[in-house]
């Protein structure tokens, strides 16, 4: 359907051509115009404007900024818009009449394109009209895209064609896959976290919750998910007023708030959790959605009310002893001088001792305190109710403090139990044995086992804090309100690049930030912060060794146990690496959107990206082509790319030889490998990180960049390598097909000449002397002629036999047949074409019968024999020889020609390949070779070349049994 006929079947007015066939024979409208002015200007009628309704229907089409692609009921194409034309690069022209999928469908969802596109146009899929599809698709350069696509029908004379409106969607599916990737690791954050998270809407339905709520509650996600979070009967109705505080100020826009709450299980226990809320914004600004984070304090609530009431106790038998001594104080008041001297000294227990430290008096609360009764502990020693391990230190403690009189210094031990266990007391003593009322050693003692016991679990709950804090992975450096630095853990210390806490402890924390931000780290320092909240910064930061860090800082306020400001608790999180892959994925986007049209340009452009990306010294890119081998560096990139004499010298030039297809670091190479190097021996580079770039599995050049600094490659690093690989391949792959296209240029035009020029020149003087020339002449004119017009015929058949080839639509139709028939039908032919040349077949062994396709086997056998006669002396024999193997048969054409160098011997097989030392081909474009050899591989064989023995080529081919 030409784009005139596309106009008339939108238009609705197309009408039919003179012949009575559809308006599609007269697809150029300007030869139309020309050719028929009255009868087009009359039949198709004209707009407001001065225009037809066909030529305003594709002005129209033509001015859609979407990309418009029509195909008939074979998918072939009609009719491309500019904008199609623009996201495929191909022109209108050039595409009208080619296959759909071949032209826009990577070459592995074609036949599934195809089928689609079949079942769609035969009424199976009525599912694919309307509906928008994406599906991969590629340009004309061969770069991949998605591409959304919506068809729909149209009719025009009696045939239905397919209109497809498409877009490139390939950023929008980077992003939505961003986005679910980015849900993915919110996802699993959220499932894995170690406290309970759930949120709820503005309508207070709850909306996610991970598994530890369900843990924590009892109930099930179905029982929970969708419901108002107030009407679930989970949380304590004594705490609804708080909660609606709470509520009303995150949504109001209050940046946190924390609650102790009671929550009901669902099987009726209550526990108490400590609730922090957060609220979401919404891209608005406005909350959307309140995030709670919450984690049980039951058994810590519990803890400390047991705390409480021991302490509540304690005051309890505290006053009771105070009453009793009391009581006691105003009896002793009436007694002796030594009683009044006890009860001025009482403490909770009270004793005397003589000096050898034995009981004389122990006070009644003893039998509180011990379970002894003061008469069973009388004319004791006291040390015989002591624990071994204290009595030295408590021996040494008293005999110094009572030698030099007065009263000691509080000292601990622990006291043995009438039951046998050891309680832990506190007491002092008084030297009286020169007071002659009491000569003795007045001892004050009190029961703090409990007291001990809560200080342990204080100090294991620290000991537990502390450990959390230094195993924690991310650096945590706590600092007073100077900002001077108390604490901080091992992570803290890694990425100050300290060792110990002496290094850090008693430094000012502005110290380790980069003076460029200094004034804005104080700044925030001294800016208050919400209590609950937090902040979170950004800054430089310096390490002890130099090295610049990014890193993100959470800081929060600590208080004191009066709730007065005491400090500062500092989360700090590197972010150096997060901040380097962005920056060089924004670099890289900008460096392959702003390649051109020159492909060594662009691979200049890519290796200056890649230094700058990587933090390179230098970055170079060597590439073998052609035979030379030539390198740019960015060092010097005016110079662009050079061919350089000495290639062994060069490290990227050794590595191509070597043939690694993986990244290779310093580690990898041998130190001798950089010793002629020119940029090594310049740098002196503490690593290097190098990668070889390669086309359909050949090595073609090699990525290399040299750093000053010794460097631990991440695998964001090593991704950069890679894409930049991949991205030089690409340029490599277009740049090989340019030279394709200025090879068949070159040589289409040259082998087109001489028959074009024959037909031309005897076509001329047959027309001006054809009257007048002898039949023998004629004849012979006419013999030339024909020739011409044969070889006209012969190249355009190799080229139609490449095209169906490069478009997978080479069939063979197959039969069994023997091979052996086969290598004599082809030697009778040539023997015919060739009289004078000798030509030999060899059979060894019984080959049989195989399934092939006979024209194109003895087509494959002609081209080996035709380059055979060409390429050897006249006097030489040709030889076939046809010998039985296990696994097929191997046929093999022998000449004694000049050979192949070893180099060429994979590129004679390549299509268009012409090389004057070689020169393996037939005369012509270069085709024979490699239509061989692609009909070998049809059949599932081989067909390479070997050098004989003596001089000359075996051209061998294998076929296999199917």
């Not at 894995?192 to 339905?205: G, K, P």
């Amino acid at each position: 359907m030409s784009r005139g006929a596309w106009g008339a079947a939108v238009s609705g007015s197309g009408k039919a051509g003179r012949d009575g066939k559809p308006g599609n024979q007269g697809d150029d409208r300007a030869r139309r115009r020309r050719a028929e002015p009255s009868v087009s200007r009359s039949r198709e009628g004209k707009g407001a404007g001065g225009f037809s309704i066909r030529e305003a229907a594709l002005a129209i089409l033509d001015a859609v900024p979407e990309a418009m692609v029509c195909v008939d009921g074979e998918g072939r194409i009609v009719y491309l818009n500019p904008a199609a034309e623009a996201l495929w690069g191909c022109p209108s022209k050039e595409a009208c009449g080619k296959d759909m999928a071949g032209l826009m469908v990577p070459e592995d969802r074609r036949d599934n394109f195809r089928r689609t596109f079949r079942a769609m146009a035969s009424g199976a899929e009525n599912g694919v009209l309307g509906r928008r599809h994406r599906f991969p698709s590629i340009n004309r350069d061969g770069e991949p895209f998605t591409a959304e696509v919506s068809l729909t029908s149209v009719s025009h004379g009696g045939e239905k064609y397919y209109l497809a409106v498409a877009r490139d969607v390939t950023e929008q599916r980077r992003m939505e896959e961003s986005l679910r990737e980015a849900q993915e690791r919110y996802r699993i954050l959220h499932d894995n976290a170690r406290f309970a998270v759930f949120s709820y809407d503005r309508h207070l339905v709850l909306t996610t919750i991970n598994r530890v709520v369900t843990d924590l509650l009892g109930y099930s996600e179905e029982e929970l998910l969708g419901r108002n979070v107030l009407e679930l009967g989970v949380l304590h109705p004594d705490d609804y007023p708080r909660v609606a505080a709470s509520m009303s100020q995150l949504f109001a826009g209050h940046p946190a708030t924390r609650e102790d709450l009671r929550f009901f299980r669902k099987d009726g226990s209550v526990i108490i959790a400590h609730v922090i809320g957060v609220p979401v914004m919404d891209e608005r600004g406005e909350v959307r959605e309140i995030m709670n984070i919450a984690h049980d304090v039951t058994e810590q609530r519990r803890l400390e009310e047991e705390l409480e009431d021991h302490r509540r106790r304690l005051e309890e038998a505290v006053e009771e002893r105070t009453r009793e001594l009391n009581e006691t104080f105003r009896e002793l008041d009436r007694s002796e001088r030594y009683f009044r001297a006890l009860i001025e000294n009482a403490y909770d227990l009270i004793a005397v001792l003589d000096e050898d430290l034995r009981i004389r008096y122990l006070s009644p609360s003893v039998k509180r305190i011990s379970g002894y009764a003061p008469e069973e502990a009388q004319g004791l020693s006291g040390l015989d109710f002591i624990h071994p391990d204290d009595v030295p230190y408590l021996v040494e403690r008293f005999t110094v403090q009572l030698r030099n009189g007065g009263v000691t210094d509080r000292v601990e031990y622990r006291w043995r139990h009438k039951d046998g266990t050891y309680r832990w007391q506190e007491a002092v003593a008084c030297n009286l044995l020169d007071d002659p009322a009491v000569r003795g050693i007045v001892v004050n003692a009190r029961d703090i086992t409990e007291r001990r016991e809560a200080e342990d679990r204080l100090r294991e709950s620290e000991e537990r804090y502390r450990s959390l804090v230094e195993a924690s992975p991310d650096s945590i450096v706590v600092t007073d309100l100077k900002g001077r630095i108390t604490m901080a853990n091992r992570a803290a210390l890694e990425i100050l690049g300290c060792r110990d806490q002496a290094e850090v402890v008693g430094h000012d924390v502005l110290e380790f930030i980069a003076p460029e931000d200094r004034a804005r780290a104080l700044e925030s320092m001294r800016t208050p912060v919400a209590e609950g909240g937090y902040r979170r910064e950004e800054y430089v930061l310096e390490r002890k060794d130099g090295k610049r860090r990014w890193v993100e800082i959470s800081a929060s306020l600590l208080r004191d146990a009066g709730e007065r400001p005491a400090g500062f608790i500092a989360i700090t999180r590197d972010v150096t690496e997060s901040k380097r892959v962005r920056r060089n994925l924004e670099l890289l986007n900008r460096t392959l959107l702003g390649l051109g049209h020159d492909p060594m340009e662009n691979i200049a452009n890519i290796v200056l990206s890649g230094g700058e990306m990587l933090d390179a010294r230098l970055g170079r890119y060597g590439r073998a082509r052609s035979g030379r081998f030539e390198s740019f560096t960015s060092e010097l990139p005016e110079e662009g790319f050079r061919v350089r004499d000495n290639p062994e010298d060069y490290l990227c030039y050794r590595l191509l030889q070597a043939g690694l297809n993986a990244p290779v670091s310093m580690k990898d190479l041998d130190a001798a490998l950089l010793e002629k190097d020119p940029d090594a021996r310049l740098l002196n580079p503490r690593e290097i990180l190098a990668y070889p770039v390669h086309i359909k599995g050949k090595p073609v050049g090699c990525l290399c960049f040299f750093f000053a600094e010794e460097r631990e490659f991440t695998a964001a690093d090593i991704d950069i390598l890679l894409m930049l690989g991949r991205a030089v391949a690409i340029e490599e792959d277009r740049w090989d097909h340019q030279e394709g296209l200025r090879e068949f240029v070159d040589i289409a035009s040259h082998e087109l000449r001489h028959p074009t020029a024959l037909l031309s020149g005897y076509a001329q003087l047959l027309k001006e002397q054809g009257g007048q020339m002898e039949d023998p002449v004629r004849a012979e004119i006419t013999e030339a002629l024909v020739s011409a017009a044969d070889r006209l015929a012969e190249i355009a058949d190799g080229l139609v036999r490449v095209s169906l080839l490069e478009r997978d639509r080479f069939t063979l139709r197959r039969s069994r047949r023997d091979v052996v028939e086969l290598a004599r039908r082809a030697l009778s032919e040539m023997e015919t074409r060739f009289p004078d040349r000798i030509f030999r077949l060899n059979v060894k062994g019984e080959s049989g019968t195989f399934s092939l396709d006979p024209l194109r086997v003895h087509e494959l056998l002609v081209i080996l024999l035709d380059n055979a006669v060409k390429f050897s002396p006249p006097e030489t024999e040709v030889e076939v020889q046809v010998e039985a193997d296990p696994e097929g048969v191997l046929v093999s054409v022998l000449d004694r020609g000049k050979g192949v160098r070893e180099e060429n011997r994979e590129r004679i097989f390549e299509r268009f390949y012409q090389e004057e030392q070689a020169l393996y081909h037939s005369e012509g474009l270069g085709l024979g070779l490699y239509l061989a050899r692609r009909i070998a591989e049809a059949h599932g064989g081989r067909l390479w070349h070997e050098p004989r023995p003596g001089g000359g080529s075996v051209f061998c081919l294998f076929l296999p049994y199917p």
